[in-house]
């Protein structure tokens, strides 16, 4: 795991490893084996008592990922007041069961989220495959992602009539095109550029998305709805 300056995990950071500086840790959370013997038959509790003896005798990077005593609620809302991504727990009274899907983990991401306004999309089936949205800053509109997550084929539809006469040959973003794609592709360059079809930036719709990545786009963005609520050149970056 790589933090941030702040001292908060951070997956860009992760992935840019060895560009900066940032410290890395090996976070150990369950011993299912030690010096040969299994203990896989022990309780999540049991086992987590051995890791804390073990650990006693190492050194960092090495650090235990300690136990959240409190509940379900109140871990939320720290994990949220703190920015992070979500939760991942397992019950302490359960057992190691391999390749067995028994309900003992449980994950739930925590979003962020805010308004966008509609640029264009990308063609796709008999609608669109990603919408393409971003931000103003001032009078710019700049392009923050585009996704393909969070449609039915009824948002789909209604998404299409709300784009009927709102068809530009212009792009709104005033960035675009950029030099280089990124490593996840999140990038819109000249090339991806041809993909899209542009629309008259008046439209607003709510987004949820993991966290914005250093070079201000958004990291696993799905679209909720649309809104009717606010004027698309009020909607900046929250």
């Keep these: ?5 702040s001292g908060r ?25 030690l010096k040969g013997k299994d203990l896989r038959e022990e309780t999540l509790a049991a086992r987590r008592a051995v890791l804390t003896k073990l650990l006693g005798n190492l050194k ?5 990922s300690a136990v959240l005593d409190a509940s379900l609620a109140d871990i939320i809302v720290s994990v949220k007041a703190q920015g992070l991504e979500g939760v991942v727990a397992k019950r302490q009274g359960s057992y190691d069961e ?21 640029g264009g999309y990308t063609v796709g089936g008999r609608t669109f495959d990603a919408l393409v949205f971003g931000y ?7 392009f923050a992602a585009k996704t393909r ?13 709300k784009f009927a006469g709102l068809e530009t040959d212009v792009c709104p973003f005033a960035h675009l095109p950029e030099k280089r794609l990124g490593r996840w ?20 719709a709510q987004f949820e998305f993991v966290e914005w990545t250093p ?7 799905h679209f909720v709805a649309l809104r009717t609520d606010k004027k698309a050149t009020d909607v900046v970056r929250e």
């Design 136 to 142: 103003y800053e001032g009078k710019k509109l700049l």
């Design 60 to 64: 960092q990077p090495v650090r235990e």
């Design 1 to 5: 795991m790589a933090l941030d300056e």
């Design 185 to 204: 592709g999140q990038r819109l360059t000249a090339a991806k550029m041809k993909e899209c079809r542009w629309l008259k930036p008046v439209l607003v």
């Design 215 to 221: 070079d201000n786009h958004l990291r696993h963005s």
């Design 98 to 118: 391999p390749g067995q899907r028994s309900g003992a983990w449980q994950k739930m991401r925590i979003n962020q989220g805010q308004e966008f306004v509609i």
């Design 149 to 161: 997550n969070g449609f039915t084929p009824a948002i789909r539809a209604e998404s299409m009539r």
């Design 9 to 33: 995990p951070s997956f860009n950071v992760l992935k840019n490893y060895g560009t900066g500086h940032a410290p890395v840790f090996y976070y150990v959370f369950d011993v299912p084996l």
